[in-house]
């Protein structure tokens, strides 16, 4: 909030470009985006929306227009520069609304983007832990959600709606667990719930040939793993069995080495000292963690930061953070 405030402030008295030509940062600003459109009314989880459509064309016209905009292959380059102003533009999941709505919209601007996609979900399409945890939450008839053994109290549903903090509640609650227990959870939530239809989610994910098509326009496909666990709460060999499968199916379909790659969730817990030794086995350049920050030569190659961009941030918000990235996307020290 005292961001946005500060953003504000700085776009009315005009200061902000002033301010940035004087403190022009060395680094690369890394913007990390999940899906655009409209998911105010979607069964799923909403805040996986990161912009609508018209707030990401005009988020990209400021990059094209202002910004040297990037793919992760000239991030070396542009940490070794002393010029420019370099953003790079980031997708996780693969949702197919980045081919539908953000890809065009890239093309459109000129400019490249970078998509982490987990393989799994392009194979053989389903519903992603998260959007089944807020679609059962949602589709629920109950008011209170018995979670006996996992949550220290029953979860209040409230009256229907959005029941956002509630899916928040339990997707906080999954995240923390071990492979083998999440899967238990998600069990025992889909029991618990009263649901027993199946969401429809056809043209929910991209498939290989938009892939191709994407990675002919300039586009650039990382990896995402296969069926988004958080990799830290797996064992080592679970990990790398993961990642190594991701990097094969990128491979077979797309002839394209799995050089990048983004950590599912992307927390600074979400992935250990096994995972950085099986992206080195598999010779993985940059890893792309999510919790904030302003990538430098000084950056780690395997933690390399990315900051959010959610639906709270406005227009004067983006602005500032792409130009004062060091004011305004520094990392979280906790
Ligand atoms: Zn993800």
């Known amino acids: 909030m005292k961001s946005r405030i500060v953003a504000k402030a700085l776009a009315l008295t005009g200061t902000r470009g002033l301010v940035a030509s004087l403190t022009r ?103 992603p832990w998260w959007d089944e945890i807020a679609h059962l939450v949602r589709a629920s008839p109950l008011r209170r959600l018995d979670a006996a053994g996992w949550l220290d109290e029953p979860l209040d549903l409230g009256p229907g709606g959005d029941r956002t903090p509630a899916i928040r509640t339990l997707l906080k609650a999954y995240k923390r667990l071990p492979s083998a227990e999440s899967a238990r959870f998600l069990a025992h939530i889909r029991g618990a719930s009263g649901v027993d239809d199946d969401p429809a989610f056809d043209r929910y994910w991209m498939d290989w040939d938009m892939l191709r098509e994407m990675r002919d326009h300039g586009m650039t496909i990382g990896g995402h793993t296969v069926s988004h666990p958080v990799l830290s709460r797996l064992s080592a060999d679970e990990q790398c069995d993961e990642l190594t499968t991701c990097a094969m199916r990128l491979r077979e379909e797309l002839h ?67 130009q004062l990235p060091h004011v305004f996307c520094r990392r979280p020290y906790t």
């Open 256 to 322: 394209t080495p799995m050089d990048f790659f983004a950590y599912p969730v992307g927390a600074r817990d979400a992935f250990d000292a096994n995972t950085r030794a099986c992206l080195a086995d598999l010779g993985v350049r940059y890893a792309f963690s999510y919790y904030g920050g302003f990538a430098t030569r000084d950056s780690d190659r395997y933690d390399m930061p990315r900051v959010a961009i959610e639906t709270h941030v406005d227009t004067d918000l983006f602005r500032a953070m792409v």
């Open 25 to 127: 940062p060395d680094g690369v600003l890394i913007l990390n985006y999940h899906r655009i459109g409209d998911g105010g009314d979607s069964p799923f989880d909403r805040e996986l929306w990161s912009a609508s459509a018209e707030a990401f064309d005009e988020q990209v016209a400021f990059l094209a227009s202002h910004c040297d905009v990037i793919s992760p292959a000239d991030i070396p380059a542009a940490l070794a520069s002393r010029r420019g102003r370099h953003v790079a533009i980031t997708f996780d999941d693969g949702y197919r609304d980045n081919y539908e709505i953000a890809y065009p919209i890239l093309r459109r601007h000129g400019v490249p983007g970078t998509f982490f996609v987990a393989t799994g979900f392009i194979d053989k399409p389903r519903i």
